[in-house]
């Protein structure tokens, strides 16, 4: 008789949970997967797809605009909302089938419909069954943070979960928040023809990045006729003559702004609270996130692990995809075999236009933690291919170990820098330098070559003097 139903129950249905499950029932464990909402969590249903989909129509829209540069007459876009609204849903309907009750079935998850609750460290109900196991997975995700301003409670206000039932666009669009959510959105409904006031409470907007690249993203954004208050702070929102109007704060002088619809992007807390983990004695941090060692196990229950946006540091679905092998792994192998979790090459985007990506360290970062570094700076304006797609605005900035050929990290701005900052993620995993990189073809004509090219100037700028003084005097000397 076995003691437990099974091997993990897994909580939640998100990026997190469903690769969890999947890397448990690929090995042949027995596992639960309970989801109260819908599969596939906040990136199929609120969260990366939906954006993607509804930016890659203000793209269009945005090409459309510049349709003089490229040698069209005349051109102008005539456009629905509310179709591009339902394209988004049909997009995530097709994505679907990925993450859905059926497929995880057909990879033997035992799937259940409903909200999970925490009995004890391997009582777990669900509909009102017990079911047990020997560990417990813990991947319920974030919601949208709802910061205190007064007069928010009495409006409709809009966040990334409910955005995508609108189906008008809002004239005067308000957004609050200056991190990777808040500038996408920003940019997005520009686009598509809002007005954008942002604000963000900070002196910058993606203050994580360096200063000279959210500055640039500021001067695109103000190009496109966003209205960006920094070092702002919201404090009320009143009634004037029947519209809607903020009150906010900056340096030291009060502002106001009327709007039609306001959305909140100011971060996102995780959901560890009101399903039973506090009742079991469950660490949480300040951020309600769930306290974690090493292996991804609570600090209280070592057979109780948990990942994605519930623990943090990062909240991307690669980070959840990413944490979720080390809970499966080491909640069915341990104690025989068990790994720590690495972070030590995780790669984010932030999906505006010049994308903006990263792996490892910036300057910010590396000054911040007095970590000495050269910088290799590559502007892509001088790549053929951006050229060639009018796409010729960005820099490529790598931090290197000084006198090394290591690189500590780096940052891309430019359109499809979500891609190509993969090929520095395997150079750091594999302890791959910029001397590689320029050793290795890249197909021509391609935005990848601004990799080779910012490997060309590290190289540059470190050739062996004395050794080209050499061979300069070779060169002479084989002319006589
Ligand atoms: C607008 C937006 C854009 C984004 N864009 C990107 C992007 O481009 N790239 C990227 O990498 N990341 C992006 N993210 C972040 C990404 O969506 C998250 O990091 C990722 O979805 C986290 O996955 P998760 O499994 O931890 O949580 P979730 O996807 O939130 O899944 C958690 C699930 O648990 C369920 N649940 C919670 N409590 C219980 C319970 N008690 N019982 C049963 N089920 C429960 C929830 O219903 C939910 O389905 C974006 C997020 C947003 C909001």
Redesign the pocket.
């Given at each position: 008789m076995a003691k437990f139903d099974y091997n993990i129950i897994v909580?939640?249905?998100?990026?997190?949970?469903?690769v969890s499950a999947y890397i448990a029932s690929a090995t042949k464990a027995k596992v639960a997967l309970?989801?109260?909402?819908?599969?596939?969590?906040?990136?199929?249903?609120?969260?990366?797809i939906?954006?993607?989909a509804l930016i890659r129509s203000a793209k269009i829209l945005s090409y459309i605009k510049r349709h003089r540069e490229f040698g069209i007459k005349s051109a102008t876009a005539e456009f629905d909302f509310s179709e591009m609204m339902e394209r988004v849903q049909t997009i995530i309907k097709k994505v679907e089938t990925h993450d859905s009750v059926e497929r995880y079935t057909s990879l033997g998850v035992n799937c259940f419909s409903?909200?999970?609750?925490v009995l004890s460290p391997h009582e777990v109900e669900?509909n009102g069954a017990i079911l047990t196991a020997k560990s417990i997975i813990i991947?319920?995700?974030?919601?949208?943070t709802i910061p205190s301003i007064q007069g928010l409670e009495k409006i409709d206000f809009l966040t990334?979960?409910n955005l995508w039932d609108i189906r008008e666009l809002p004239k005067n669009l308000l957004i609050i928040g200056g991190g990777?959510?808040g500038s996408?959105?920003t940019q997005c409904f520009a686009r598509l023809g809002s007005h954008v006031t942002q604000i963000e409470m900070l002196p910058n907007i993606l203050t994580r990045e360096d200063d000279e690249i959210s500055q640039a993203l500021r001067q695109q954004f103000s190009r496109e006729g966003v209205d960006l208050h920094t070092n702002t702070t919201c404090k009320a929102i009143v009634s004037e003559n029947k519209k809607q109007v903020m009150v906010f704060e900056k340096g030291g002088q009060e502002l106001r702004i009327k709007f039609d619809k306001v959305l909140i992007?100011v971060g996102?807390t995780a959901?560890s609270k009101?399903?039973g983990l506090e009742n079991i004695g469950i660490k949480f941090d300040q951020y309600n996130r769930i306290i974690v060692d090493d292996y991804l196990r609570t600090t209280t229950h070592k057979n109780i692990y948990a990942?994605?946006?519930?623990v943090g540091p990062?909240?991307?679905?690669?980070?959840?995809a990413h944490q979720a092998w080390y809970c499966a792994v080491n909640a069915l192998f341990s104690p025989f075999k068990k790994f720590k979790v690495d972070y030590s090459t995780i790669p984010?985007?932030t999906?505006t236009n010049p994308e903006i990506a990263r792996v490892g360290l910036n300057e910010k970062e590396a000054t911040k933690q007095d970590i000495p570094y050269e910088v290799t700076r590559y502007r892509i304006d001088d790549l053929d291919r951006a050229i060639a797609d009018g796409e010729d605005q960005g820099i490529i900035k790598v931090l290197t170990i000084p006198g090394r050929d290591r690189i500590l990290g780096a940052t891309i701005m430019s359109c499809e820098a979500g891609n190509l900052i993969t090929e520095y993620v395997s150079a750091m995993k594999h302890g791959i330098g910029l001397n590689k990189i320029l050793g290795t073809i890249h197909t021509y004509p391609t935005m990848a070559e601004a990799n080779r090219f910012v490997a060309g100037n590290w190289k540059k700028n470190h050739a062996p003097k004395k050794l080209l003084k050499l061979a300069q005097k070779f060169h002479a000397w084989r002319r006589h």
């Open positions: 909580i939640g249905g998100g990026s997190a949970g469903l309970i989801e109260k909402n819908k599969m596939g969590g906040d990136c199929l249903n609120t969260g990366c939906p954006s993607k409903g909200q999970a609750k669900v991947a319920t995700g974030a919601h949208p990334s979960d990777p959510i996408e959105f992007a996102r959901n009101g399903f990942c994605g946006d519930v990062y909240q991307f679905t690669h980070t959840a984010w985007c999906f």
